[in-house]
């Protein structure tokens, strides 16, 4: 069966989700969404989407189901809790559906979810996105995915309307433990790029000569290339934006509780990942939960 012929059931419909739903529609998918937010429903219907006035109605007959939620929580409820109409999502779809995770949970929760699904006569993969909301937009994301070769391969050709990297990590929960280990490298990174520029501001340095400087040389890293935290240094970053749209700290945080979680249980260590989470973590108290994460950069002037 072609892959446009085949019914999507879209659930979360935030910046990431909403941009990603529109580009399965642009690519001529049979889309059906549905999301707590009514508006951010009929934003998608408006791009040609159908709309669903519960979850047991959006995935009614689906053949694929993707999410994109904040937590493991909230994709465990939506997949096996009876909600208002009184039916599981599970129970609706169309029987051997595949389940389609893009959400950033514990790699647990994710084997947790892919052996309840199985019990139900469905397929699953671990699906989390890298590349942020402009790469959402843009249908340039990276896919991390955990599940069967047979199962990546049904997901693949979905996934590529969406993204321009999909990459197979192994088995169910490996697409969850290569995104926290990229992500814990990524606020490193950000946090040691942020600390080098404000050091060489406090040194009287212009901090673009200073960026050139380390693109040139072995400091150089993807926040410099792509990403640059210092305001006015790249047009078209957050930090030249007073710090809006991006990547929040808030879930920054988020991602990097999981590295850690998950540090703990494998007992691995993780001295500079513990220390971007608390560097974070006290950013994020003083008012910057909601800023995109090079806001990192602000902790580290010498004069505010």
């Known amino acids: 069966m072609s892959t446009q012929k085949q019914k999507i059931a879209f659930y979360g419909l ?13 690519s001529g998918f049979d889309v059906t969404v549905f999301d707590l937010v009514d508006e951010q429903v009929k934003r998608l219907i408006d791009a040609g989407a159908k709309g ?3 979850s047991a109605e959006a995935g009614m007959g689906a053949d694929i189901i993707i999410t994109m939620l904040p937590a493991g929580k909230h994709v465990e409820s ?22 389609i995770d893009c959400s950033t949970i514990e790699t647990n929760t994710s084997k947790s979810i892919s052996s309840q699904l199985s019990a139900n006569g469905h397929r699953f993969v671990d699906a989390p ?3 942020g909301v ?8 990276t896919f991390i995915v955990g599940g069967a070769t047979s199962d990546f391969e049904i997901a693949q050709p979905i996934l590529a309307n969406m993204g321009k990297h999909i990459f197979h990590a192994g088995s169910v929960g490996a697409g969850q433990a290569a995104k926290i280990c990229n992500n814990m490298l990524l606020s490193i990174l950000m946090a040691g790029t942020s600390e080098a520029l404000n050091l060489a501001i406090a040194n009287g340095l212009d901090p673009k000569v200073m960026s050139e400087i380390m693109l040139q040389s072995s400091g150089r890293n993807w926040t410099l290339e792509l990403y640059n935290p210092c305001p006015d240094v790249m047009p078209n970053v957050p930090s030249s934006n007073e710090y809006n749209g991006g990547f929040m700290v808030d879930l920054m945080n988020k991602d990097l509780g999981l590295a850690m979680d998950n540090a703990s249980d494998k007992s691995a260590i993780t001295p500079m990942g513990a220390l971007a989470k608390s560097l974070y973590q006290i950013h994020a108290q003083q008012g910057y939960g909601a800023k995109d994460f090079s806001s990192i950069f602000e902790a580290f002037k010498t004069s505010k």
């Open 52 to 54: 669903a006035s519960s």
């Open 14 to 26: 935030g910046n990431m989700g909403a941009s990603m739903a529109t580009n399965l529609i642009k």
């Open 78 to 99: 939506l997949y096996f809790t009876k909600h208002g109409d009184g039916q599981r999502l599970v129970d609706v779809v169309q029987t051997n559906a595949l389940f």
């Open 129 to 131: 996105v890298s590349g």
């Open 134 to 141: 402009a790469g959402a937009a843009a249908g340039t994301l």
